[in-house]
């Protein structure tokens, strides 16, 4: 199993970035996907995840967040995208793909990590 | 919105030691916990879930307990690769939520 992202870069206040995450080794439909981001020093915070199609590839998004990013996915290229736009400088992070498995309460715990990508936004 | 409390910050442990970490949830969450590991420079890992069920691959010296609010993460017999930064994260409902982390480092 492995997932990767791709797409980090800077960027200034008010635009746009579109973040890829790649899975293998994995039926990539079979699963939900998530994202976590990091500033610099701080700890992990949820971002949102998109269900597999049993789950009608439904998705949640942290309050932070919505409005603002939209996650989709491609199963055919086994991608999930994180479309950020209206970035501030507080986006400003390591943004982590994950596979998640859902639980018992039908929320999710993350079990493979990519190994992030790095957003900067700044003028 | 359920808060992840992690204690301690820091964590100064001498080799071959044991630490043990806690979270505790702003409500319960029955076992929807799960804690992950992160060194520096490095993805987290998944360490446990289920409150107590080891991930593919982690050794039995890590160990999850607790259930409803009260959690703990316990390392026996410390070692350089495990000094690191823990966090715990719930999975009970929406938002998904991790407390703010654990640094176990070198006495």
């Known amino acids: 199993v492995q997932v990767v992202e791709s797409g980090g870069g800077l960027v200034q206040p008010g635009r746009s970035l579109r973040l890829s995450c790649t899975g293998s080794?994995?039926?990539?439909?079979?699963?939900?996907m998530n994202w976590v981001r990091q500033a610099p020093g701080r700890g992990l915070e949820w971002v949102g995840l998109i269900r597999n199609k049993n789950y009608g590839e439904t998705t949640q998004y942290d309050a932070s967040v919505k409005g603002r990013f939209t996650i989709s996915r491609d199963n055919s290229k086994s991608i999930a995208y994180l479309q950020m736009n209206s970035l501030e400088t507080e986006d400003t992070a390591i943004y982590y793909c994950?596979?998640?498995?859902?639980?018992?309460?039908?929320?999710?715990?993350?079990?493979?990590w990519g190994q992030g990508t790095l957003v900067t936004v700044s003028s | 919105e359920i808060v992840m409390t992690q204690s301690p910050a820091t964590l100064s442990v001498s080799p071959g030691e044991r630490a043990t970490l806690s979270c505790r949830a702003s409500?319960?969450?029955?076992?929807?916990l799960a804690w992950y590991q992160q060194k520096p420079g490095q993805a987290p890992r998944l360490l446990i879930y289920g409150a107590s069920t080891r991930a593919t691959g982690i050794p039995a010296k890590f160990s999850g307990s607790g259930s409803g609010a009260e959690f703990t993460l316990t390392i026996s017999s410390l070692q350089s690769e495990d000094f690191a930064v823990y966090y715990c994260q719930h999975y009970n409902n929406w938002p998904l939520t991790f407390g703010g982390g654990t640094k176990v480092e070198i006495k």
């Open positions: 409500q319960s969450i029955s076992s929807d």
């Open positions: 994950a596979r998640a498995i859902v639980g018992s309460a039908q929320a999710y715990y993350f079990d493979y």
């Open positions: 080794g994995f039926i990539f439909g079979d699963y939900a």
